[in-house]
């Protein structure tokens, strides 16, 4: 728990906790540095789009991978360079990162893993058993470090967060705002797997009595 910040909406604050969480997690995971050259797949995601900015934030050259109509969001939100997965596969342009991080569990393994520099890290947030096995191996038999774990959440990493939101460093992106009484569309919305960083589920208080 901690304290909402003071120049978010309490709609904005609730997109906080998980996205923010987790990216600042796994980033922290991956011993991102500045001057490192990271990759953020899913970059306009929950994880994603937090990601990028914290990234940004921890002084790294970033580039984020993301859909064709979420491009121009993802550079608003500092990346230096974005590409389009549905024309451009990163794998094959013979770039190579410090850090490739993928928020949606969607990236190739074999091919991350020759995108990555002879000491990189590759960060998966949606690990299957039979993935999990893998990465173990590749680990084991290179230099490149694999990391695929559930994001634990602490408090200080909240309050961190808290504070990077209050002092305009990052901020929470909404897609799309649905009252409780709709909460079954707006999980059909989410699963159909377009969002643009959150959707929020807004409470009004029944002040009758």
């Known amino acids: ?42 970059a306009s995601g929950s994880v994603g789009t937090f990601a990028v900015q914290l990234a940004k934030y921890f002084g790294a050259e970033v580039t984020g991978v993301c859909s064709t109509t979420n491009l121009e969001l993802v550079k608003s939100l500092g990346a230096d360079k974005v590409i389009d997965y549905t024309k451009d596969d990163f794998t094959k342009n013979g770039e190579t990162y410090d850090v490739i991080f993928d928020t ?49 959440p602490k408090t200080e990493n909240l309050i961190y967060l808290k504070e990077l939101v209050e002092a305009g460093k990052i901020k929470p992106v909404i897609d799309r705002r649905y009252p409780l009484e709709q909460i079954v569309e707006a999980h059909r919305y989410v699963d159909k797997g377009h969002k643009k960083g959150n959707v929020v589920i807004t409470v009004e208080h029944n002040k009758k009595t």
């Open 1 to 42: 728990m901690a304290i909402k910040p003071t120049n978010v909406t309490y709609e904005e604050a609730a997109a906080i906790p998980f996205g923010g969480n987790t990216a600042l997690y796994f980033l922290r995971k991956g011993n991102i540095r500045s001057g490192q050259k990271v990759m953020i797949y899913g």
């Open 104 to 152: 949606v569990g969607k990236s190739s393994l074999s091919g991350c893993i020759r995108s990555l520099k002879k000491e990189g890290t590759y960060l998966h947030t949606v690990v299957t058993p039979a993935l999990g096995v893998r990465m173990r191996w590749n680990s084991m038999t290179s230099s490149k470090k694999l990391i695929g774990v559930t994001a634990t």
